[in-house]
């Protein structure tokens, strides 16, 4: 078992002041796997202290961009250096397979590449403007937000607070960031690497702890200029309620149930690859899990076949064996909600076309076979309501007009996909889905560079790309009168 007896507060470790601890399992065999320090509402408060005084006292916030980025490809160094262990502690911690864990980890290295290169950019932001008579002069400079608190979520731990932590220390920002209490340890080892990378204590602490108690503290605090979340539409909800109080800047990354329409010229081989890796990567545990497939009708029966022989080769199991492309899910109370789905889906009168149980051969641990659904009611929950597991709708259209229908009939817009040979078609049907990510010919590819966000229930704002660092900077104009005569309205 690994002790994380502490938490990252001004550069130090610290014992929690209430002395308690939470409990974290791995969820390939419900076996315990560490006991993590549990921050309480007096630990928010030195956290967000330390914060406060790193922003407004300290240095980092004016430092040059090129210096920021300096510290911050040395973090990048440092998470690469550690890629290997890295990786396996979140396949211990979250049940993704090693390959999907190292994926991710050097995802989380090349997005603190990214943003140093924008915080370097920086330097050179400031536009000035002549206006009028040339009396006046003006420019537009960015300047950081502030002290900003980053709450983040268990499917992608390191990677989900790199996308929050990277920017913000590019802008200049100081951050608590708040990792899930189901998978806390990559973003206690993230503290260890911005540490030795030389960042100035305060200027990030890291707080493990549970929503109730240090989430709820940390997005109410009065010291917190900046509140960015990925999480449940609920969740997102109530942060809103309670940034409205004091009107801080949110930004909210929430659920989804992105669809993806197939037409019927596609070419099905790789129709059913995109369509498995958009709900079977990561056990569908993804906001942009493209979740409701919609099939032309001609294409609609070989489809369904080929999925269902291809989902039932998915080898399960430990994350770290070998040849595994399916863990467990993240906790029992995941299993549950996914297991209940699965059978008030079967009860509102979906066809249930393979999956849908634990594995036999897995009797421990939080495992479900991949599960595809056919011919699913409109209005059920399963095809309406995201589930955040390995399970995937597939419904029939015959026409583009009400494949879009079917698409955009949704309370959520964070992804869709498309999939043609007709690229003039693919293009239109983009142009028309109410998403924030629309993919062509694919589901799920990431970049660094791109927007992430949704619109409608799906969030607030966008993440990644120089739109994640406009999270962290605010705008402000300087005028200065230049004319060497007077203004001469009142004094003639």
């Known amino acids: 078992m690994l002790d994380r007896p502490h938490l990252f507060i001004d ?16 969820p390939s065999d419900a076996s315990l796997l560490a006991k993590v320090a549990a921050a309480g509402r007096t630990d928010v408060d030195l956290a ?12 980092w916030p004016r430092l040059s961009g090129h210096e920021r980025a300096g510290v911050l490809r040395r973090i990048a160094d440092g998470i690469r250096a550690r890629q290997d262990e890295l990786a396996v502690l979140e396949v211990r911690d979250n049940g993704k397979p090693l390959p999907e864990a190292q994926w991710d980890i050097a995802d989380a290295a090349g997005c603190f590449d990214f943003y140093a290169d924008l915080a370097a950019r920086l330097d050179d932001d400031e536009r ?51 990792p899930s209490e189901l998978t806390p340890l990559s973003a206690l080892e993230l503290a260890t690497i911005v540490n030795a990378a030389g960042l100035p204590p305060g200027v990030l602490n890291v707080l493990p702890g549970l929503g109730s108690e240090a989430g709820a503290a940390l997005v109410e605090h009065p010291g917190i200029d900046k509140i960015a979340f990925t999480g449940s539409v ?15 800047n949110i930004s909210l990354e929430l659920g989804g149930k992105s669809p993806f329409i197939v037409f019927a010229d596609s070419d099905i081989e790789a129709a059913v690859e995109w369509i498995m890796f958009g709900i079977f990567w990561n056990q569908g545990q993804v906001c942009s899990a493209t979740s409701r497939v919609l099939v032309e009708r001609s294409l609609y029966p070989a489809l369904l076949q ?8 998915i080898r399960i199991g430990n994350g770290l064996e070998a040849g595994v492309l399916l863990g467990p899910l993240v906790s029992a109370g995941q299993h549950v909600k996914v297991s209940t789905a699965i059978t008030q889906g079967i009860a509102d009168g979906a066809r249930l076309i393979c999956g849908g149980k634990r594995p036999a051969e897995q009797d421990q641990g939080w495992f479900m076979q991949p599960t595809v659904f056919a011919d699913v009611p409109l209005n059920c929950a399963l095809w309406r309501e995201e589930i955040f597991g390995p399970v995937v ?50 589901s799920q590819p990431t970049f660094s560079e791109l927007p ?12 990644l790309g120089e739109w994640g660092l406009n999270n962290y900077l605010e705008t402000k104009q300087i005028t200065r009168y230049e004319s060497s005569e007077a203004w001469g309205w009142y004094l003639q």
């Open 393 to 442: 709708c597939v419904n029939p259209f015959d026409t583009e007009a009400e494949a879009l229908q079917l698409a955009n009939d949704s309370e959520f817009g964070l992804a869709a996909a498309v999939m043609s040979r007709d690229l003039q078609r693919c293009e239109r049907v983009a142009q028309a889905l109410q998403a924030g990510i629309v993919w062509i010919n694919c």
């Open 11 to 26: 550069g130090q470790w610290l014992a929690p002041q209430s002395g308690e601890y939470f409990e974290v399992f791995d």
């Open 48 to 59: 967000v202290g330390a914060a406060r005084r790193a922003f407004d006292e300290g240095s």
């Open 306 to 313: 080929r999925l269902s022989d291809e989902a039932q080769k």
């Open 452 to 463: 992430w966000g949704g619109v409608k229930r799906s969030g607030i704002g966008r993440e």
């Open 128 to 178: 000035p403007i002549a206006l009028g008579d040339k009396r006046f002069r003006a420019s537009v400079v960015r300047q950081p937000v502030g002290v900003a608190a980053a709450v983040i979520p268990w499917n992608y731990p390191l990677l989900m607070a790199a996308w929050k932590v990277a920017p913000a220390l590019a802008a200049g920002c100081a951050m608590v960031l708040k």
């Open 234 to 248: 609920p969740t997102g909800s109530r942060i809103m309620q309670a940034a409205a109080r004091e009107v801080k």
